[in-house]
């Protein structure tokens, strides 16, 4: 069990360039949940999936964001065309059915 | 829609004190879970302790403990023989139970604890 991991754990964009973030869940894990995190703010929740299929999405997802979990293990959060209102903390946690929420160490977006 | 409120952006406590952490909720739930989580600077959250609503007894993890007032909405989180690795953000949550409609965690805005030597 080596946790959940996110890449990049930094990335610098220009505003208008589109940005990919990765999530590797605990293996084990069929729930997988992406939550934004601004400065001086609690997580807020973006979307979750159930194995592949995504369940549930924020009206924060706004569509120039997407999010897919191919085969049910990793996942990817894709930004399009990036505005300095997306400069945030992406966090993405993974658990069993009811279980207790793994969160990885984030992914910080800053667009300039 | 449910809501967490925690309306201490800030507390400091002297290593060895005990500190408790505010933390009210809105809900027409009956049936929801309640956590505490911890999020060190540049590290990833993790969870100190969580409640089930329909329990009556308070929740208990070593040195964490909860006040869990059902009727007034309340879940303050106490921190007992504080220690210099318990600075961190602290943040409450709240939880629909298993099967409802949504599974996510809503969060209030947290707490930055600092712990004075």
Same mark, same amino acid.
């Given at each position: ?5 996110q890449n990049?754990?930094?990335k610098?964009?220009?505003r208008?360039q589109n940005?990919?973030f990765r999530c590797d869940p ?5 729930r997988l ?13 973006l979307?979750?999936f159930?194995?592949e ?10 569509d120039r964001?997407?999010?897919?979990r ?6 990817t959060?894709e930004?399009q ?5 997306d400069s945030?903390?992406y966090?993405?946690a ?9 969160f990885?160490?984030?992914s910080r977006?800053t667009?300039? | 829609?449910?809501?967490v409120t ?5 507390m400091?406590v002297q290593?060895?004190e ?5 933390c009210t909720?809105?809900?027409?739930e009956s049936?929801?879970?309640l &956590?505490?989580y #911890?999020?060190?600077p %540049?590290?990833q959250?993790i969870l ?5 609503a =329909?329990?009556q007894?308070?929740?208990t ?5 909860v006040?869990?007032q059902?009727?007034a909405k309340? &879940?303050?989180l #106490?921190i007992?023989? %504080?220690?210099?690795g318990?600075?961190a953000?602290y943040?409450?949550? =709240?939880?629909r139970?298993e099967?409802?409609?949504t ?5 209030g805005?947290?707490?930055?604890l600092?712990?004075?030597p």
């Amino acid at each position: 069990d080596t946790g959940v991991s996110q890449n990049p754990r930094h990335k610098i964009t220009k505003r208008g360039q589109n940005v990919t973030f990765r999530c590797d869940p605990i293996s084990e894990h069929n729930r997988l949940y992406w939550y934004r995190q601004t400065l001086g703010q609690g997580p807020e929740f973006l979307t979750y999936f159930q194995n592949e299929a995504q369940l549930e999405k924020s009206r924060l997802l706004s569509d120039r964001f997407s999010a897919e979990r191919p085969k049910g293990s990793f996942s990817t959060l894709e930004i399009q065309r990036t505005e300095q209102g997306d400069s945030a903390m992406y966090l993405c946690a993974s658990s069993r059915l009811g279980g207790e929420l793994f969160f990885g160490e984030g992914s910080r977006l800053t667009v300039l | 829609a449910q809501t967490v409120t925690q309306s201490q952006p800030e507390m400091s406590v002297q290593e060895a004190e005990t500190v408790t952490l505010s933390c009210t909720y809105d809900t027409s739930e009956s049936d929801y879970y309640l &956590f505490w989580y #911890k999020q060190p600077p %540049s590290r990833q959250m993790i969870l100190v302790i969580r409640q089930e609503a =329909y329990k009556q007894q308070n929740a208990t993890e070593n040195r964490f403990s909860v006040n869990f007032q059902k009727a007034a909405k309340s &879940f303050s989180l #106490k921190i007992s023989d %504080s220690q210099l690795g318990d600075a961190a953000m602290y943040f409450c949550a =709240y939880r629909r139970p298993e099967g409802g409609a949504t599974n996510k965690l809503i969060f209030g805005t947290g707490t930055l604890l600092a712990v004075q030597p």
